[in-house]
């Protein structure tokens, strides 16, 4: 089993992951901002770790990411403005991807959005253009790093029971996913590395079993 440590843990996305990780075996810890999210982090069965990503440099995210196998990015501005969406969503992102090739990590998972990419097609004058903009460039800096990574693209989230699948493969439209689902994914992608090594997966809530959409033999 490996040691993961979750980037934004205190999410919804990520504390579903954790309980579903720890579940599975893995040894989980989990950055958080502030301390006073600690209690909450170990009821999930994950250890806390304080430090805020968007203020730490390469060689400090180092020191954070060392003695961990794996990496999952579970962080995000949350809507901000858009300098703190670059700051947080790309700027953070990309130092954490350094930092995790500088260390012994050696995967990387992306909680990243349905539709990122050079083709987002998201128009400049739009609200969500900044956000699309910094995912995608991180999303190509993980493409371009030498870690095992895998990219992880739900569409619209919801927190409504998920429906125990997924719908994914060519020609899918976005529609929606639970955030469970979500949790469900990561838990599956960091559980088997050889499966999802180099993986995008653009992903709603649906029926297909996400073994069998990895390619996993139960």
Do not use: C
């Amino acid at each position: 089993m490996s040691k993961v440590l979750i980037i934004g843990a205190h999410g919804k996305i990520a504390r579903l992951a954790a309980t579903r990780l720890t579940a599975a075996g893995h040894d989980v810890a989990g950055v958080i901002r502030t301390s006073e999210q600690s209690d909450d982090l170990r009821a999930d069965g994950t250890e806390p770790v304080v430090a805020d990503v968007e203020s730490l440099d390469v060689d400090a995210l180092v020191d954070v990411v060392d003695g961990h196998d794996v990496v999952v990015w579970s962080a995000g501005a949350g809507g901000g403005s858009p300098e703190r969406t670059y700051s947080v969503d790309r700027d953070a992102a990309i130092r954490t991807i350094d930092a995790a090739s500088r260390s012994n990590a050696s995967r990387f998972v992306m909680v990243s959005y349905f539709g990122a990419g050079p083709d987002h097609g998201v128009p400049p004058d739009n609200d969500f253009y900044a956000y699309a903009e910094a995912k995608t460039e991180a999303d190509a800096h993980l493409a371009g790093s030498d870690l095992d990574w895998a990219i992880l693209r739900p569409s619209a989230l919801t927190d409504e029971d998920g429906t125990g699948g997924i719908e994914t493969g060519e020609g899918v439209e976005a529609s929606q996913v639970s955030r469970a689902t979500v949790a469900d994914v990561i838990a599956a992608v960091v559980s088997q590395p050889q499966a999802t090594k180099h993986l995008t997966l653009h992903f709603n809530d649906g029926h297909q079993q996400v073994a069998d959409v990895l390619g996993v033999d139960r």
